[in-house]
T-cell receptor
Framework: NAGVMQNPRHLVRRRGQEARLRCSPM?????VYWYRQLPEEGLKFMVY????????ESGMPKERFSAEFPKEGPSILRIQQVVRGDSAAYFC????????????FGPGTRLTVL | KNEVEQSPQNLTAQEGEFITINCSYS?????LHWLQQHPGGGIVSLFM???GKKKHGRLIATINIQEKHSSLHITASHPRDSAVYIC??????????????FGTGTLLAVQP
């Protein structure tokens, strides 16, 4: 049973470009959380999604950031017009059920904005 | 004040020593997680607790719900235990979400 997969593992973008980060949950999991780890800072919650629904986006920056989890395919975290302050490690975690406390983490995507 | 506080922030130990990392939280929770992260690496889930004590190999985690406190112990520490250990709580939001609130982590270095 493959674990949570994220790709790419490393992503380099220039200021103003778009970044798309993908997260494929574990088989049978329909809930995805995205977390961000800024350099020298702790992890922070961004968004919680179920298939085709955003349940909690209280941690998402108000502009440039969006997330989706379509019926088919991976969850996508999209950052438009990236700035240097977006450089961070982005982790997703999947859970098998609504409100499920157990979360399984992916390896992360490290975004560098030049 | 952070909702999840860890101590110490940094810890250096000699190989073989018994190590304790503490975590205190101020919110109602449905579960508490202990996570491990190597520099530049991914996150590994070590334990998920809602009560009592769990043991896995040389690692032991305890939680006291009344005191809102958890500890992670490492017995017979080894240099390969060197990593950042992160306490995270799944806040109780009525069951709709269990987003995690993280401590700032404890950087452990075990010297041979």
């Amino acid at each position: 049973n493959a674990g949570v997969m994220q790709n790419p593992r490393h992503l380099v973008r220039r200021r103003g470009q778009e970044a798309r980060l993908r997260c494929s949950p574990m088989k049978g999991h329909s809930h995805v959380y995205w977390y961000r780890q800024l350099p020298e800072e702790g992890l922070k919650f961004m968004v919680y999604l179920q298939k085709e629904n955003i349940i909690d986006e209280s941690g998402m920056p108000k502009e440039r950031f969006s997330a989706e989890f379509p019926k088919e395919g991976p969850s996508i975290l999209r950052i438009q017009q990236v700035v240097r302050g977006d450089s961070a490690a982005y982790f997703c975690a999947s859970s098998p059920e609504t409100g499920g406390v157990e979360q399984f983490f992916g390896p992360g995507t490290r975004l560098t904005v030049l | 004040k952070n909702e999840v506080e860890q101590s110490p922030q940094n810890l250096t130990a000699q190989e073989g020593e018994f190590i304790t990392i503490n975590c205190s939280y101020s919110v109602g929770i449905s579960a508490l997680h202990w996570l491990q992260q190597h520099p530049g690496g991914g996150i590994v889930s070590l334990f998920m607790l809602s009560s009592g004590k769990k043991k896995h190999g040389r690692l032991i985690a305890t939680i006291n719900i009344q005191e809102k406190h958890s500890s992670l112990h490492i017995t017979a520490s080894h240099p390969r235990d060197s990593a950042v250990y992160i306490c995270a709580v799944a806040g109780w939001y009525g069951g709709a979400t269990n987003k995690l609130i993280f401590g700032t982590g404890t950087l452990l270095a075990v010297q041979p």
